[in-house]
């Protein structure tokens, strides 16, 4: 599949994602970049803006089986992967499979539950299989998981803690639409849900060729240096107490190029990294007390680093 094609479907998904989500095509654009890169979402934000709804119209577009976890404090690590069930009728266990057994699996408010029930996803999100009774089971492809926590209520919560964070591909968030837009959203929700009327824009197949298209977007070697540069200047920044992994660094070159062949590039520019590094990168870093003493953000960090590195002369 080339580039243009790619361009030309993601675009198709966008533009039906936004019949639901209204007002917030560059967050929607994102996730759907983080989808055609193989990697998982982390969505910080308050209720009521849109979360679900956003998993849910992922799935329909593409054709794929949506679930649910309510992650709480009494969830256990079998009510995610899934468990052996006596069957009294055959006479022997049986497994059935858990909700992560889905293509696009929303965990919503992924930090009330705790840590060992938190890292029954890691081996999933990393592996795309999961180990229960002694055996591993694949998992659906393509797996998609949107993960979501509120950043603002943290009483009885769980921080995820820096590895875990280090899976998630990009974090995002949704945030208050406009006067103007959320006026559009009472008039379409007014009689009924768009989201009843979201349909399947590609096949699973088409996707699985989207995500292999992407791979081979070619990237100069002066641009590899350039996102290398950027994630060390993360390590190096007084601002923060720990940068990003090499994870970071070859996601940030994966997002990159998903963003080129989204935009119908066959390869990567510098415009392509900077569009990208704060939704890969922010999450990956730890911020100092003085950061947000100065009411700063990551985010804040990885534009001022992109401001500061230089970028190569595009190539081509």
């Given at each position: 599949?080339?580039?243009?094609?790619?361009?030309?479907?993601?675009?198709?998904?966008?533009?039906?994602?936004?019949?639901?989500?209204?007002?917030?095509?560059?967050?929607?654009?994102?996730?759907?970049?983080?989808?055609?890169?193989?990697?998982?979402?982390?969505?910080?934000?308050?209720?009521?803006?849109?979360?679900?709804?956003?998993?849910?119209?992922?799935?329909?577009?593409?054709?794929?089986?949506?679930?649910?976890?309510?992650?709480?404090?009494?969830?256990?690590?079998?009510?995610?992967?899934?468990?052996?069930?006596?069957?009294?009728?055959?006479g022997e266990f049986q497994f059935r499979p858990g909700p992560i057994f889905g293509n696009v699996v929303l965990a919503d408010e992924?930090?009330?539950?705790?840590?060992?029930?938190?890292?029954?996803?890691?081996?999933?999100?990393?592996?795309?299989?999961?180990?229960?009774?002694?055996?591993?089971?694949?998992?659906?492809?393509?797996?998609?998981?949107?993960?979501?926590?509120?950043?603002?209520?943290?009483?009885?919560?769980?921080?995820?803690?820096?590895?875990?964070?280090?899976?998630?591909?990009?974090?995002?968030?949704?945030?208050?639409?406009?006067?103007?837009?959320?006026?559009?959203?009472?008039?379409?929700?007014?009689?009924?849900?768009?989201?009843?009327?979201?349909?399947?824009?590609?096949?699973?197949?088409?996707?699985?060729?989207?995500?292999?298209?992407?791979?081979?977007?070619?990237?100069?070697?002066?641009?590899?240096?350039?996102?290398?540069?950027?994630?060390?200047?993360?390590?190096?920044?007084?601002?923060?107490?720990?940068?990003?992994?090499?994870?970071?660094?070859?996601?940030?070159?994966?997002?990159?190029?998903?963003?080129?062949?989204?935009?119908?590039?066959?390869?990567?520019?510098?415009?392509?990294?900077?569009?990208?590094?704060?939704?890969?990168?922010?999450?990956?870093?730890?911020?100092?007390?003085?950061?947000?003493?100065?009411?700063?953000?990551?985010?804040?960090?990885?534009?001022?680093?992109?401001?500061?590195?230089?970028a190569p002369v595009p190539v081509g």
């Open positions: 599949m080339s580039p243009q094609e790619v361009a030309e479907r993601s675009r198709s998904i966008i533009d039906e994602i936004e019949r639901v989500i209204v007002g917030k095509r560059s967050t929607v654009s994102k996730a759907v970049l983080t989808l055609l890169c193989g990697g998982h979402l982390l969505i910080e934000d308050i209720p009521g803006v849109g979360k679900t709804t956003l998993a849910k119209a992922i799935a329909r577009c593409i054709g794929g089986d949506f679930r649910r976890i309510q992650f709480t404090p009494d969830l256990l690590p079998s009510d995610i992967t899934g468990g052996a069930i006596y069957n009294q009728k055959e992924i930090n009330r539950a705790t840590p060992k029930t938190q890292s029954a996803l890691l081996e999933a999100m990393e592996e795309d299989q999961v180990t229960t009774e002694g055996e591993t089971r694949n998992l659906p492809r393509p797996f998609f998981v949107i993960a979501t926590q509120n950043a603002i209520e943290m009483t009885g919560t769980y921080p995820l803690p820096e590895a875990q964070l280090d899976r998630f591909f990009a974090r995002l968030s949704l945030g208050y639409p406009d006067m103007a837009h959320e006026t559009e959203i009472l008039d379409r929700q007014q009689t009924s849900h768009p989201i009843d009327l979201t349909r399947p824009v590609i096949k699973l197949s088409e996707l699985e060729d989207m995500q292999d298209a992407i791979r081979h977007v070619f990237v100069h070697e002066t641009v590899k240096k350039y996102i290398v540069e950027v994630v060390r200047a993360t390590r190096e920044s007084s601002l923060l107490l720990m940068g990003a992994s090499p994870r970071g660094s070859l996601h940030l070159m994966r997002a990159a190029q998903a963003n080129a062949a989204m935009n119908g590039s066959e390869y990567v520019r510098p415009d392509d990294v900077k569009a990208v590094a704060s939704a890969v990168l922010a999450h990956r870093v730890l911020p100092r007390a003085e950061l947000r003493a100065k009411g700063q953000s990551t985010e804040d960090v990885i534009e001022r680093i992109l401001g500061q590195v230089a």
